[in-house]
């Protein structure tokens, strides 16, 4: 595992064997990220965007393909080059899987008239497809992003990981879910945890309890715990001051609201208290922050 530096971003390079590596990009800064790494037309590609948003450019800016959060896309074309030239939204996470279309057809060898991509009529064709990914794509994802694993077996734990990556997102038309995670054994557990999410949003200033908040959405308190820290990467109350660290920031920036002000919009009763969890955050009070050029 390597984290490599290219222009204005960095991204993790996994190699999982020849012609087949694994990016995981994360932008914990407050601003857009750009990533370039050069990829030619004998790979294919799997973009997945679990948190906030990404732009996929190509032809020197003329088009651009945007990714939502929660969405995927497929890039494959065997008669031009598909660098990656990436601007990732601040907060977003993506993971993208790269290998070559020859190291593809060997993962599908008895099966590749099924994909469509494979058959005779495309196979020589290019080939762009986006979609949204299922809950249990984003349990996994949020694996590769997160975990406390010794240094000698973090390769192996990826691999294992990105073959069932892909195995998942060919799984169309499946009746049932793969259970990625013993907290989260159905869609509709992770319906409710997504909707614990929007609740914590909408009501940061006056946050529920996690107890009152699992009541609410009609999940186990473990189920919450767990289950949330498997999709977004941390838990509640981190998320929500996350969050609300962001919130207040932006308000900020515009120039449009008083520290008292923010800090009560965000939930601060004092400005004492949301100065001291702003410098936290970021190193600065708020003051130095808007006075910085």
Same mark, same amino acid.
């Given at each position: 595992?390597?984290?490599?530096?290219?222009?204005?971003?960095? +991204?993790?390079?996994?190699?999982?064997?020849?012609?087949?590596? %694994?990016?995981?990009?994360?932008?914990?800064?407050?601003?857009?990220?750009?990533?370039? &790494?050069?990829?030619?037309?004998?790979?294919?590609?799997?973009?997945?965007?679990?948190?906030?948003?990404?732009?996929?450019?190509?032809?020197?800016?003329?088009?651009?393909?945007?990714?939502?959060?929660? =969405?995927?896309?497929?890039? #494959?074309?065997?008669?031009?080059?598909?660098?990656? =030239?990436?601007?990732?939204?601040?907060?977003?996470?993506?993971?993208?899987? %790269?290998?070559?279309?020859?190291?593809?057809?060997?993962?599908?060898?008895?099966?590749?008239?099924?994909?469509? +991509?494979?058959?005779?009529? =495309?196979?020589?064709?290019?080939?762009?497809?986006?979609?949204?990914?299922?809950?249990?794509?984003?349990?996994? *994802?949020?694996?590769?992003?997160?975990?406390?694993?010794?240094?000698?077996?973090?390769?192996?734990?990826?691999?294992?990981? %990105?073959? /069932?990556?892909?195995?998942?997102?060919?799984?169309?038309?499946?009746?049932?879910?793969?259970?990625?995670?013993?907290?989260?054994?159905?869609?509709?557990?992770?319906? &409710?945890?997504?909707?614990?999410?929007?609740?914590?949003?909408?009501?940061?200033?006056?946050?529920?309890?996690?107890?009152?908040?699992?009541?609410?959405?009609?999940?186990?308190?473990?189920? *919450?715990?767990?289950?949330?820290?498997?999709?977004?990467?941390?838990?509640?109350?981190?998320?929500?001051?996350? #969050?609300?660290? /962001?919130?207040?920031? &932006?308000?900020?920036?515009?120039?449009?609201?008083?520290?008292?002000?923010?800090?009560?919009?965000?939930?601060?009763?004092?400005?004492?208290?949301?100065?001291?969890?702003?410098?936290?955050?970021?190193?600065?009070?708020?003051?130095?922050?808007?006075?910085?050029?």
């Amino acid at each position: 595992m390597e984290l490599k530096s290219v222009a204005t971003g960095s +991204f993790q390079e996994v190699l999982i064997e020849d012609g087949f590596f %694994v990016l995981k990009i994360q932008n914990d800064t407050p601003h857009v990220q750009r990533i370039t &790494r050069e990829i030619d037309s004998s790979f294919i590609q799997f973009h997945f965007c679990l948190k906030g948003h990404s732009k996929f450019i190509f032809n020197d800016g003329r088009y651009a393909l945007e990714v939502k959060e929660e =969405n995927s896309l497929l890039l #494959y074309n065997t008669q031009i080059d598909l660098p990656l =030239n990436l601007e990732l939204a601040p907060k977003g996470w993506l993971v993208s899987v %790269v290998m070559t279309i020859r190291k593809f057809h060997s993962l599908f060898s008895k099966e590749a008239d099924y994909i469509p +991509f494979l058959s005779e009529d =495309n196979k020589d064709k290019k080939y762009y497809s986006q979609e949204g990914f299922s809950p249990a794509i984003s349990v996994l *994802l949020s694996q590769m992003m997160n975990y406390n694993l010794h240094p000698s077996i973090k390769a192996l734990y990826i691999k294992g990981k %990105v073959y /069932e990556l892909i195995a998942l997102y060919f799984n169309k038309g499946a009746e049932t879910d793969m259970e990625q995670c013993p907290f989260l054994v159905d869609e509709d557990n992770v319906r &409710r945890i997504r909707q614990a999410k929007e609740i914590i949003i909408s009501r940061m200033a006056e946050p529920p309890t996690l107890n009152a908040l699992s009541e609410e959405i009609g999940l186990s308190l473990k189920k *919450l715990k767990e289950g949330f820290k498997q999709i977004y990467g941390e838990p509640v109350f981190t998320f929500l001051f996350d #969050y609300k660290m /962001e919130y207040a920031r &932006r308000m900020l920036e515009s120039g449009q609201h008083n520290v008292n002000e923010v800090g009560l919009k965000v939930g601060y009763s004092t400005a004492s208290h949301f100065i001291s969890a702003f410098k936290k955050k970021y190193g600065t009070t708020p003051k130095k922050y808007m006075s910085a050029p």
